[in-house]
C-alpha cells in the first residue's frame, strides 16, 4: 500500500511541508508553518491535506492560490 500511496503522491504533487521548502525557495518553513496555521483565514486551506498527524501540501493548488492571490493585489 506505500508503493501505491507514494505513486499517489508523486502523480498529484503532494509533498509534506518539509519536502515543499527544500524543493522551493520560498516560503521558508517556518513561513509554510504560518501559512498552514492561518490557512482557514487566508485562503490557503485546499493547499493542505492531514494524513495521520502529517501535514500536506498539495503543491498544484498552493501555487494557483498564491497566484490568485497576487492577481488580486492588482
Same mark, same amino acid.
Given at each position: 500500500?506505500? /508503493?501505491?500511496?507514494? +505513486?499517489?503522491?508523486?502523480? %498529484? %504533487?503532494?509533498?509534506?511541508?518539509? /519536502? ?5 525557495? *520560498? ?13 482557514? %483565514?487566508?485562503?490557503? $486551506? ?6 495521520? +498527524? ?5 503543491? $498544484? %493548488?498552493? *501555487? +494557483?492560490?498564491?497566484?490568485?492571490? /497576487?492577481?488580486?493585489?492588482?
Amino acid at each position: 500500500t506505500s /508503493q501505491i500511496q507514494s +505513486k499517489i503522491m508523486e502523480m %498529484k %504533487k503532494i509533498l509534506t511541508i518539509k /519536502q515543499f521548502c527544500s524543493i522551493h525557495s *520560498w516560503p521558508t518553513y517556518s513561513s509554510m508553518r504560518n501559512i498552514r496555521a492561518g490557512s482557514k %483565514k487566508n485562503g490557503f $486551506d485546499d493547499a493542505f491535506l492531514k494524513y495521520g +498527524k502529517r501535514v500536506l501540501v498539495d503543491v $498544484d %493548488k498552493f *501555487w +494557483k492560490i498564491f497566484e490568485s492571490k /497576487q492577481n488580486k493585489e492588482k
